[in-house]
T-cell receptor, first 113, second 114 residues
Framework: AQSVTQLGSHVSVSEGALVLLRCNYS??????LFWYVQYPNQGLQLLLK??????LVKGINGFEAEFKKSETSFHLTKPSAHMSDAAEYFC???????????FGQGTRLTINP | DVKVTQSSRYLVKRTGEKVFLECVQD?????MFWYRQDPGLGLRLIYF???????EKGDIPEGYSVSREKKERFSLILESASTNQTSMYLC?????????????FGDGTRLSIL
């Protein structure tokens, strides 16, 4: 079965510092991978997705993620954190043979001034 | 723009009540989903639907049922609400097709069962 592990339930960085949110997946088929962001009291918003092709995927708000098959990873990065990036971030993998998503447990990102 | 609308942002109900959560999407999507979100547990799939009048159980269907009479509307029903169903409920929709289709989410309903 497909699964996703997000390392670190809470990550705290200073404003202007590098943001790195880790995601590892397990998939028995070529994976389709997604990152979502959830701001307080809102639903999830798609940040970016990997399907096929280029392994470095650019998303909204300056975020990007790199698909590394050998490491089964899809880590999310942003070179310089902004206060508005404070939110919860979810990594997800598309389920085999179905159109469901399997979500990680989420990482709450805090930005320190 | 894509829009998934959940009927209530906040809802307070009593134990034993029958509770209806409504979700409407305006994107003509075939697939619709109901999740519950709890701290430390991420999103867990309750039920999903690939078409009108069609439903399939997700990972935690116990105590819930769903209804999809029209393509744009997907309802979640708590048959007899209990305090352990206090949670954030999220509805989502997506296009039928490849596994690369993203899901689009509503803003959620925060449900409290007293």
């Amino acid at each position: 079965a497909q699964s996703v592990t997000q390392l670190g339930s809470h990550v705290s960085v200073s404003e202007g510092a590098l943001v790195l949110l880790r995601c590892n997946y397990s998939s028995s088929v070529p994976p389709y991978l997604f990152w979502y962001v959830q701001y307080p009291n809102q639903g999830l918003q798609l940040l970016l997705k990997y399907t096929t092709g280029a392994t470095l995927v650019k998303g909204i708000n300056g975020f990007e993620a790199e698909f590394k098959k050998s490491e089964t990873s899809f880590h999310l990065t942003k070179p310089s954190a902004h206060m508005s990036d404070a939110a919860e971030y979810f990594c997800a993998v598309s389920d085999k043979g179905a159109q469901k998503l399997v979500f990680g447990q989420g990482t709450r990102l805090t930005i320190n001034p | 723009d894509v829009k998934v609308t959940q009927s209530s942002r906040y809802l307070v109900k009593r134990t034993g009540e029958k509770v209806f959560l409504e979700c409407v999407q305006d994107m003509d999507h075939e697939n619709m989903f109901w999740y519950r979100q709890d701290p430390g547990l991420g999103l867990r799939l309750i039920y999903f639907s690939y078409d009108v009048k069609m439903k399939e159980k997700g990972d935690i269907p116990e105590g819930y049922s769903v209804s999809r009479e029209k393509k744009e509307r997907f309802s979640l029903i708590l048959e007899s609400a209990s305090t352990n169903q206090t949670s954030m409920y999220l509805c989502a929709s997506s296009l039928r097709g490849n596994r690369n289709q993203p899901q689009h989410f509503g803003d959620g309903t925060r449900l409290s069962i007293l």
